[in-house]
């Protein structure tokens, strides 16, 4: 599975933003499919995912009531939609796939990643 994550920019906090995970090859076989992002300084640190068979999203705390990701099948596309975004959200956000049902948490378990798009909340 290829990714390209796409959407990032600059926008002030309060502000929101789409992000999108343009997918190609073998989707189907994706147990489940998650966003990751990375601030400056810090370790990888999971968002949220999406089982995809069944389509049940879960998030991480920080993010929780004001991300959602969504799904376009017909576009093999993921997205990742950020409301009410705060200076603590910046970070450079990747999309990833991960073919086995082990925890979605983990970002050692994801096998094929996109190469991030920059976010950038100002205050």
């Known amino acids: 599975v290829q990714l390209q994550a796409s959407g990032g920019g600059l926008v002030q906090a309060g502000g929101s933003l789409r992000l999108s995970c343009a997918t190609s090859g073998r989707t189907s076989s994706s147990r489940y499919m998650g966003w990751f992002r990375q601030a400056p300084g810090r370790e990888r640190e999971f968002v949220g995912a999406?089982?995809?068979?069944?389509?049940?999203?879960y998030y991480a705390d920080s993010v929780k009531g004001r991300f959602t990701i969504s799904r376009d099948n017909a576009k093999n596309t993921l997205y990742l939609t950020m409301n009410s975004l705060e200076p603590e959200d910046t970070a450079v956000y990747f999309c990833a796939a991960k073919f086995t049902f082990s925890s979605f948490i983990a970002r050692t378990g994801y096998e094929s990643w996109g190469q991030g798009t920059l976010v950038t909340v100002s205050s």
């Open positions: 999406i089982k995809w068979s069944a389509g049940h999203t």
